[in-house]
């Protein structure tokens, strides 16, 4: 993998039963949402549906363990969600889920099919190594307010994935940051697909697959490499 990830002790400690999954893809084709994208997204709220039959998603186990784990660092699972559980909200809502570009689109069907978080970064603009870590406080994180790009700093202890440069996604996977989001011309890219106990490796290890699938699909000719769950 030319990108490297790597998951600090301390995050071990707090969550010994996480798991990441990484797909790293080369080439790849990305524009405007489309038919094909929003069908994407529509089929997932509808395996959401199925699989939760009526509940909540935060009763999803694989949820459960994930609002543990934010409580476990210190942030208030109800108000700041993991990017799986806000997505599963906006698919069983009226407004839906939104539709931002060909690769976002993507990703987020992905995640709300298998209530997983996945996040998806643009290879060109990490600097350095990515890491998953708790941070000192002191790390930026470049994101938007009020229309207008600003720079913030997560709480000392937060979990946080960051490059050499910053903070790429603050409290695990709540908020990307803009610097490293992929856009549409986004070419290369790494998308993180990230789970607790009870969920599975088998289970994580078939949504990589269907992602991978369908970045092949997009993107015909592209280099697509599934990094096996660790």
């Given at each position: 993998?030319?990108?490297?990830?790597?998951?600090?002790d301390?995050?071990?400690?707090?969550?010994?039963?996480?798991?990441?999954?990484?797909?790293?893809?080369?080439?790849?084709?990305?524009?405007?949402?489309?038919?094909?994208?929003?069908?994407?997204?529509?089929?997932?709220?509808?395996?959401?549906?199925?699989?939760?039959?009526?509940?909540?998603?935060?009763?999803?186990?694989?949820?459960?363990a994930?609002r543990?784990?934010?409580?476990?660092?210190?942030?208030?699972?109800?108000?700041?969600?993991?990017?799986?559980?806000?997505?599963?909200?906006?698919?069983l809502?009226?407004?839906?889920?939104?539709?931002?570009?060909?690769?976002?689109?993507?990703?987020?069907?992905?995640?709300?099919?298998?209530?997983?978080?996945?996040?998806?970064?643009?290879?060109?603009r990490?600097?350095?190594?990515?890491?998953?870590?708790?941070?000192?406080?002191?790390e930026?994180?470049?994101?938007?307010?009020?229309?207008e790009?600003?720079?913030?700093?997560?709480?000392?202890?937060?979990?946080?994935?960051?490059?050499?440069e910053?903070?790429?996604?603050?409290?695990?996977?709540?908020?990307?940051?803009?610097?490293?989001?992929?856009?549409?011309?986004?070419?290369?890219?790494?998308?993180?697909?990230?789970?607790?106990?009870?969920?599975?490796?088998?289970?994580?290890?078939?949504?990589?697959?269907?992602?991978?699938e369908?970045?092949?699909?997009?993107?015909?000719?592209?280099?697509?490499?599934?990094?096996?769950?660790?």
């Amino acid at each position: 993998m030319t990108l490297t990830l790597t998951v600090s002790d301390e995050v071990c400690t707090l969550a010994p039963g996480f798991t990441h999954l990484a797909v790293e893809a080369h080439g790849l084709v990305n524009g405007p949402s489309n038919t094909d994208s929003s069908a994407l997204l529509d089929d997932a709220a509808r395996r959401l549906a199925g699989r939760l039959d009526g509940r909540a998603p935060h009763e999803d186990a694989h949820l459960a363990a994930w609002r543990a784990a934010y409580t476990a660092f210190g942030a208030k699972p109800s108000r700041t969600r993991n990017s799986a559980e806000a997505l599963a909200k906006r698919a069983l809502s009226d407004a839906g889920l939104p539709r931002i570009n060909l690769l976002v689109d993507l990703y987020n069907a992905i995640s709300v099919a298998h209530l997983i978080p996945v996040g998806g970064e643009d290879t060109d603009r990490i600097v350095g190594g990515m890491r998953l870590v708790r941070a000192t406080g002191e790390e930026p994180f470049a994101t938007v307010a009020g229309g207008e790009t600003t720079v913030e700093r997560p709480e000392p202890g937060e979990v946080v994935w960051c490059d050499d440069e910053g903070v790429t996604c603050r409290r695990w996977n709540w908020r990307q940051g803009v610097r490293t989001r992929l856009t549409e011309e986004s070419v290369n890219a790494v998308f993180l697909l990230e789970s607790l106990a009870p969920m599975t490796r088998d289970a994580l290890d078939a949504a990589g697959a269907e992602l991978a699938e369908s970045l092949e699909k997009l993107s015909p000719g592209a280099r697509i490499t599934v990094h096996p769950a660790r």
